[in-house]
T-cell receptor, first 112, second 110 residues
Framework: NAGVTQTPKFQVLKTGQSMTLQCAQDMNHNSMYWYRQDPGMGLRLIYYSASEGTTDKGEVPNGYNVSRLNKREFSLRLESAAPSQTSVYFC???????????FGPGTRLTVL | KNEVEQSPQNLTAQEGEFITINCSYSVGISALHWLQQHPGGGIVSLFMLSSGKKKHGRLIATINIQEKHSSLHITASHPRDSAVYICAAYSAGSNYQLIWGAGTKLIIKP
């Protein structure tokens, strides 16, 4: 099992460009999450999907949209990237909410 | 004051030493998560516990609900244990919210 995979690993964008971060899990988990991690700060939840067909905002959803494409895949879209969105983005999944989460390797995004 | 606090922030020890990392929380929680973040950035879940003690290899995690405190212990520490260790608490009042500690950076010298 690959666990949780994320693409791309690295990305550089110019202000105003859009992009989609992809996440997939092969553990048949119901719940999936998107976090961002900034230097000196803990992880902050952007959006989560408790189960297929549902998505909800986390702590810092502004500037992002998500799609739970199917049970396996959960994508994060930046419609108009801003320098404040420079961060490392982690996708995670869990069998259901409120239990152990498994993390992908992260995407390092720089917005110039 | 952060709702989840870890101590120490940084810890340097010699190979073989017994390591203790502490996590205190001030809110009601349903469970506590210990994770390890490697120097390369990857995050690995170590333990999820809501009471008592769990052990996996050289790692032991304990939680005292009454005292609102959890500890992560590493026995016979090794340089490969060098990483940032993070505790995160599931808020009792939320379906999804993990309240994250700031992390403890551990360096084990050979």
């Amino acid at each position: 099992n690959a666990g949780v995979t994320q693409t791309p690993k690295f990305q550089v964008l110019k202000t105003g460009q859009s992009m989609t971060l992809q996440c997939a899990q092969d553990m048949n988990h119901n719940s999936m999450y998107w976090y961002r991690q900034d230097p000196g700060m803990g992880l902050r939840l952007i959006y989560y999907s408790a189960s297929e067909g549902t998505t909800d905002k986390g702590e810092v959803p502004n500037g992002y949209n998500v799609s739970r494409l199917n049970k396996r895949e959960f994508s994060l879209r930046l419609e108009s990237a801003a320098p404040s969105q420079t961060s490392v983005y982690f996708c995670a999944s869990s069998e259901r909410i409120r239990i152990t989460q498994y993390f992908g390797p992260g995407t390092r995004l720089t917005v110039l | 004051k952060n709702e989840v606090e870890q101590s120490p922030q940084n810890l340097t020890a010699q190979e073989g030493e017994f390591i203790t990392i502490n996590c205190s929380y001030s809110v009601g929680i349903s469970a506590l998560h210990w994770l390890q973040q490697h120097p390369g950035g990857g995050i690995v879940s170590l333990f999820m516990l809501s009471s008592g003690k769990k052990k996996h290899g050289r790692l032991i995690a304990t939680i005292n609900i009454q005292e609102k405190h959890s500890s992560l212990h590493i026995t016979a520490s090794h340089p490969r244990d060098s990483a940032v260790y993070i505790c995160a608490a599931y808020s009792a009042g939320s379906n999804y919210q993990l309240i994250w500690g700031a992390g403890t950076k551990l360096i084990i010298k050979p």
